[in-house]
C-alpha cells in the first residue's frame, strides 16, 4: 500500500532528525572523555596490583598497555607470600626428596625382579639408620638457616604514608607531619633492589614535598592534556606515557573534537607503596580528585559531552624519578 505525497513529505523530517540524533549519540560514545587508561610501568612491578589504601580500598586494574617487557615485570615474591615449590612429596628438594624418589625407585626395581615391592629394599635396610640420622641433622639445619635468612631480611618499604589531602586540608607542606588517620599498615614490601643499588637503599622515603609534587604535577598534566600541549607533558611523563597521551590527542583530533579539562582539585590522597630499582625511585599514590570535563567540537565550540559539575573519580598513579631528578608520571590505573 502506497502512502500519500503528504504522509511521505511528513515523514522525511522525522527521519533527518533521528538520523542527526544518531549521528550525536555517535560522536559522543566515541568522544569519550579524559582519558582512562590503564597503562604505563611499574617497573618490576608492572604487573603486580599496587596494595589498596584508605583513599583506594578497591583493588586496581591490571596494566592494559605496558612497554615493560614481562621478564623485567615479575618481581620477586612479596615478603610474607611463600614462594611456588612443585606439589607432592616426591616433588620435593633436597634430602628428603631424595631419599623418598630412592626408596621408591628400589622398591619398583624389587617388584620387577620378581622379589615384591619390598625386595628392594633388603639390600639397603642397613642403611637407613645413618640416612635417618642425616636426614634428622640436615633438617636442623635448615631450620637454623630459614631462622637466620628470616632476621636479616631488609626492612619493609613505605607501605602506606599519611594523606596527601583530606578534603578542605591545608598544604601538606605545612601540615603536621605525625600520622594521620587515614593510614593504613601492612601493606606493600620492598622490590629486590637491582646490582646497581647501594646496599640498604631498597627502602625510600617519601617527604612532604614529595606529595605537594605529586598533587601539582597531576594538576599540571590534565592541564597541558587539555590545552594539548605536548611539550609540556613531555616535562611531566615518562616518553611511554607521553606516547599514550599522544594517541589519545591524534584519535580527538581525527574525529574534530577538544577534551577540555579544568578546576581541577585532588581531594583526597594517600601512598600505596615505594621502592627503589636500580637508579630510579618509585612511587604510587592513590589519588581521588574531581575536575570539570567537557568533549566539544573542535571548530565550534559546541558542547558534546559532559558539563559543568565537576565529575569525580580514583585513580592510581606512580611517578618515577632519577636519584636527584623530578618526579614523572610512568602509569595510571583505574580502580575496580
Known sequence: MFRDHKSRTGFRPLMMLL????????????????????????????????????TAPNAARPIERTMTTPSAATPAARPGTPATQPGGFFNRTGLLGGLAAGFLGAGLIGLLMGNGLAGGLAGIASFIGLFLQVGIVALIGMLVWRWWKGRSQPASAFASG??????????????????????????????????????????????????????RTLGEVQT???????????????????????????????RGVVNKLSDIKLLQGDLAEAWREGMDDYAT????????????????????????????????????????????????????
Open 19 to 54: 538520523a542527526a540524533a544518531a549521528t550525536l549519540a555517535f560522536v559522543a560514545i566515541e568522544a569519550t572523555a579524559a582519558p582512562r587508561m590503564n597503562a604505563g610501568s611499574r617497573g618490576n612491578r608492572t604487573n603486580v596490583a599496587p596494595p589498596p589504601t584508605a
Open 224 to 254: 597541558a592534556y587539555s590545552n594539548e600541549d605536548l611539550g609540556a607533558l613531555r616535562l611531566r611523563v615518562t616518553p611511554e606515557m607521553l606516547s599514550y597521551y599522544s594517541e589519545e590527542l591524534a584519535a580527538n583530533a581525527s
Open 285 to 336: 599514590v592513590a589519588m581521588h580528585y574531581q575536575q570539570t570535563d567537557k568533549v566539544v567540537d573542535r571548530a565550534t565550540g559546541r558542547l558534546i559531552e559532559g558539563g559543568d559539575t565537576p565529575d569525580q573519580g580514583v585513580e592510581y598513579w606512580t611517578f618515577r624519578r632519577p636519584q636527584g631528578g623530578a618526579w614523572m608520571v610512568s602509569a595510571i590505573q583505574q580502580t575496580n
Open 162 to 215: 599519611p594523606a596527601m589531602r583530606d578534603n578542605g586540608a591545608q598544604n601538606v607542606g605545612a601540615q603536621n607531619a605525625q600520622p594521620q588517620s587515614s593510614f593504613l599498615s601492612g601493606f606493600g614490601g620492598v622490590a629486590p633492589a637491582a646490582s646497581a643499588a647501594p646496599a640498604g637503599d631498597a627502602a625510600i622515603e617519601i617527604k612532604p614535598s614529595d606529595y605537594d609534587a605529586f598533587e
